[in-house]
C-alpha cells in the first residue's frame, strides 16, 4: 500500500492527514486498529485525524492554511454545536478567546 509510506514521508497537515487516512480506511476496508498498525501510529491519533474531518468546512479550512492548529482544532471537536465551534474558532483566529476557570 503506497498511500500510507506517503502519509509518513510527506510534509502534510493535520487536514490531509485526516483525508488520506479516511480514505485509506475505506478503500481498504480496515478498521482504526489496523491502520495504526500499518502506519505505526497510536489508533487514538488516528481517530483524532479521523474526527476533524466532522468539523465545519470553515474550521476544515482554516486548519488547512494554518489558522488554527491541530490542538485548536481538537479542542472544538468537544464542542456539540456546529454554531459554537465557528464562533469559537473566529476568536481564537482573532485571538480572543477568554478561557474561564471554575
Do not use: F, W
Request: one cysteine or more.
Amino acid at each position: 500500500m503506497g498511500i500510507d509510506r506517503n502519509i509518513q514521508r510527506e510534509s502534510l497537515n493535520a487536514l490531509e492527514i485526516a483525508i488520506s487516512y479516511n480514505r485509506i480506511l475505506e478503500e481498504c476496508d480496515l478498521t482504526q486498529d489496523e491502520l495504526s498498525k500499518r502506519v505505526g501510529k497510536n489508533r487514538t491519533t488516528i481517530s483524532n485525524y479521523i474526527r476533524l474531518l466532522k468539523l465545519p468546512a470553515e474550521i476544515q479550512a482554516a486548519l488547512r492554511d494554518g489558522t488554527l492548529t491541530m490542538g485548536h482544532a481538537r479542542s472544538l471537536i468537544n464542542v456539540e454545536k456546529p454554531d459554537y465551534q465557528l464562533n469559537i474558532s473566529r476568536r481564537i483566529i482573532k485571538g480572543k478567546v477568554i478561557c474561564q476557570r471554575s
